[in-house]
């Protein structure tokens, strides 16, 4: 079992930053690739990025490129999303994921291997 937990949600500006961590425990962190999707009200679940065990392979939603960036420090064990130049459309609960695949984690459902934290909502206000 991995149990992930997210934390730095809130309620910004457009155009603001914020910085999303997810801590993970149970299970090695290091052997999981880590993600992050959202959910804003009334729509589905979508990815936002992903990140390999080692932190050497990314890969980003077209709507994030370029403003969010996902990292990790597995000393930690904290996978972290940067979230710059904020826009309203971002506002969502954001979910941090935890699979065994890199390649899994874009198209990952709850039925999908793997685990999913809890959510922090993010707000951004025009």
């Known amino acids: 079992q991995v149990q992930l937990v997210e934390s730095g949600g809130g309620l910004v500006q457009a155009g603001d930053s914020l910085r999303l961590s997810c801590a993970a425990s149970?299970?090695?962190?290091?052997?999981?690739?880590m993600g992050w999707f959202r959910q804003a009200p009334g729509k589905e679940r979508e990815f936002v990025a992903a990140?390999?065990?080692?932190?050497?392979?990314?890969y980003y939603a077209d709507s994030v490129k370029g403003r969010f960036t996902i990292s990790r420090d597995n000393t930690k064990n904290t996978v972290y999303l940067q979230m710059s130049s904020l826009k309203p459309q971002d506002t969502a609960v954001y979910y941090c994921?935890?699979?065994?695949?890199?390649?899994?984690?874009?198209?990952?459902?709850?039925?999908?291997?793997?685990?999913w934290g809890q959510g922090t909502q993010v707000t951004v206000s025009s």
């Open positions: 994921v935890a699979a065994l695949r890199f390649t899994t984690i874009p198209t990952m459902t709850q039925e999908t291997p793997g685990y």
């Open positions: 149970g299970r090695t962190f290091i052997g999981y690739s």
């Open positions: 990140i390999n065990w080692s932190g050497g392979s990314t």
